[in-house]
């Protein structure tokens, strides 16, 4: 399923509809992967029959979305994860040296248990990913905690993502064949947020 949703998301004829619509179940497709890295708890339930056991999430999780393209993974992972706190971090790339910068920062509080979803639905260079991951440990998570969910990646940006982060899970639906000399994903969606926001002559 993940490669053909991800067809649907290369594809330059896709509607907008077409698009958001595959971009939210590859993004269930993750959430739903993501369930292996879960800590889980023991629970007891009464069925119409029986007493018996189950499973239960242990920690609510905090997700992450790294604005603004990460907001479309947002909707999936709160319905699979809906008593998950949540948090944004805004970082731009620099179209000139494709550095990342930082605007905006707002993370509800967590515990070394709570896990960490950090939503970015493509990882070009690494350096937006890294960067958001840096603040978040410098306010007290460790990398063993935090999972980076995408969609498509170069192998430049997840090797340089790894490099400096080599404790965060990666859950990654496709990795690419590597960036052009602008830094973008070959063969890529093109840009993700102007296509699934349907910015088409920003402001």
């Known amino acids: 399923m993940k490669k053909t ?37 023991t629970v007891f339930v009464d069925t ?12 609510d999780p905090l997700l992450i979305p790294i604005l603004r393209s990460g907001l ?13 706190s949540i948090g944004f971090i805004g970082v731009r790339r620099n179209e000139e040296t494709a550095n990342p910068e930082l605007y905006y920062i707002k993370i509800p ?23 958001a991951i840096k603040k978040i440990k410098e306010l007290g998570a460790s990398e063993r905690q935090i999972t980076l969910i995408s969609f498509i990646t170069s192998p430049e940006g ?28 070959m063969p890529g969606l093109g840009d993700f947020g102007d296509r699934y926001f349907g910015t088409v002559n920003p402001l």
């Open 158 to 185: 997840m090797t340089a993502f790894q490099k400096e982060c080599p404790e965060v899970n990666v859950i990654i639906a496709q990795v690419d064949e590597g960036l052009n000399d602008k830094k973008w994903i």
């Open 5 to 41: 949703l991800i067809t649907t998301l290369r594809n330059k004829k896709s509607s907008i509809e077409e698009y958001r619509q595959a971009a939210d179940l590859l993004g269930t497709v993750l959430a739903i992967e993501s369930d292996a890295l879960f800590p889980k708890a």
């Open 48 to 59: 119409p029959l029986m007493h018996t056991q189950g499973t239960a999430f242990k920690y």
């Open 72 to 84: 479309c993974l947002l909707p999936p992972f709160m319905r699979f994860y809906p008593k998950a």
């Open 109 to 131: 509080a967590f515990t070394p248990e709570t896990p960490i979803f950090v939503l970015d639905p493509m990882i070009a260079t690494g350096g937006s990913a890294t960067l």
